[in-house]
């Protein structure tokens, strides 16, 4: 059974960090661009970050850029991703998903894998 789990989310105080990991079951993330999504209530999901399989290039968008950073770790099977400066608009349900190309990443492209998400609230 092919599966993306995240974990790492969490309550954190305005100004925290937490480390959001994406971790695959029954398929290698090898061959996979991973990208990083967040849903609000009531807000459409966006697209926050994405790395590629091959070289590992990155992109962000302006929302998290300098304040996010996505890796990972292909001998763990697991994309990562740090988050830090976390503010009370970042709250959401934060998903990975995962797309077979040979392809630069983009969080705009259709994913073939979803994560079921996990949740971050950031709250004084």
């Known amino acids: 059974q092919l599966q993306l789990v995240e974990s790492g989310g969490g309550l954190v105080q305005p100004g925290g960090s937490l480390r959001l990991s994406c971790a695959a079951s029954?398929?290698?993330?090898?061959?996979?661009?991973i990208g990083w999504f967040r849903q609000a209530p009531g807000k459409e999901r966006e697209g926050l970050s994405c790395i590629r399989a091959r070289g590992g290039s990155t992109n962000y968008a302006d929302s998290v850029k300098g304040r996010f950073t996505i890796s990972r770790d292909n001998a763990k099977n697991t994309v990562y991703l740090q988050m830090n400066s976390l503010q009370p608009e970042d709250t959401a349900v934060y998903y990975c998903?995962?797309?077979?190309?040979?392809?630069?990443?983009?969080?705009?492209?259709?994913?073939?894998?979803w994560g079921q998400g996990t949740q971050v609230t950031v709250s004084s």
């Open positions: 029954g398929f290698t993330l090898d061959y996979y661009n």
């Open positions: 998903a995962a797309r077979r190309t040979v392809f630069p990443c983009s969080t705009t492209h259709l994913y073939d894998y």
